[in-house]
């Protein structure tokens, strides 16, 4: 397979009516933690482990608005990650990985 064929790759990991609107639910997905959410009718796939503490915390942070980005806070030192872009608001050298992820057949999936 080549890198093209290896993105289209989708892993099912739960009902679609499982994620509940603006909480995270997380998800092992070919050995990776994952935290997903579903925030205004869109969705998102971050690495769950917060780098900072190194628990597989991110899916029980809270989601909101700050600075007029999309965030999830982290439960343990309360830095933000930006749900689109993985980037941590306080420390510009940090990110979590983000993933591809989408609703199908009533299923939700992650792209590996």
Sequence with gaps: MNAAELREIWV?????HELLPELG???????????????????????AIDPFSKAAVLSRGIVGDLKGQLVV?????KQHFN??????LE??????????????????QIGM
């Design 25 to 47: 639910a997380r998800a092992l997905v070919n050995g990776e933690q994952v935290a997903i959410y579903r925030v205004r009718d869109n969705l998102y796939a971050i690495d």
């Design 12 to 16: 099912d990991v739960c009902e679609s």
């Design 91 to 108: 420390d510009n050298t940090v990110s979590v990985k983000t993933y591809p992820v989408r609703e199908v057949g009533g299923r939700i």
């Design 73 to 77: 806070a982290s439960p343990i030192y």
């Design 83 to 88: 749900l689109q872009t993985g980037a941590c």
